[in-house]
């Protein structure tokens, strides 16, 4: 495997992490909730990730592109919340 794909496969994932625990953590209201809908939907593809790999353990032979697709999708996600909390805020002033 390639050092630049290796790193994207792991770097992406620890940078969604990252981010969607501080924004648990740091965000309030509806900010919240729309991070919460990240973190269960990243929730909801583990849960059936054990299931079906429990049942045929070939059944997700390209996990890590998986997991990289889920964390870039979960990274625009916050990304698009986090823009949205830049605009209201700015409206607020």
């Given at each position: 495997?390639?050092?630049?794909?290796?790193?994207?496969?792991?770097?992406?994932?620890?940078?969604?992490?990252?981010?969607?625990?501080?924004?648990?953590?740091?965000?309030?209201?509806?900010?919240?909730?729309?991070?919460?809908?990240?973190?269960?939907?990243?929730?909801?593809?583990?849960?059936?990730f054990v299931v079906q790999?429990?049942?045929?353990?070939?059944?997700?032979?390209?996990?890590?592109?998986?997991?990289?697709?889920?964390?870039?999708?979960?990274?625009?996600?916050?990304?698009?919340?986090?823009?949205?909390?830049?605009?209201?805020?700015?409206?607020?002033?």
């Amino acid at each position: 495997m390639d050092l630049a794909v290796g790193g994207l496969l792991v770097g992406v994932p620890l940078l969604y992490l990252t981010v969607q625990i501080g924004a648990l953590i740091r965000w309030d209201g509806l900010s919240n909730t729309l991070a919460k809908v990240s973190a269960g939907v990243a929730l909801g593809w583990l849960i059936l990730f054990v299931v079906q790999v429990s049942g045929d353990p070939t059944s997700h032979n390209l996990w890590p592109f998986e997991v990289l697709m889920l964390s870039l999708g979960g990274l625009a996600w916050l990304g698009l919340v986090g823009f949205g909390r830049w605009i209201s805020s700015r409206a607020e002033r």
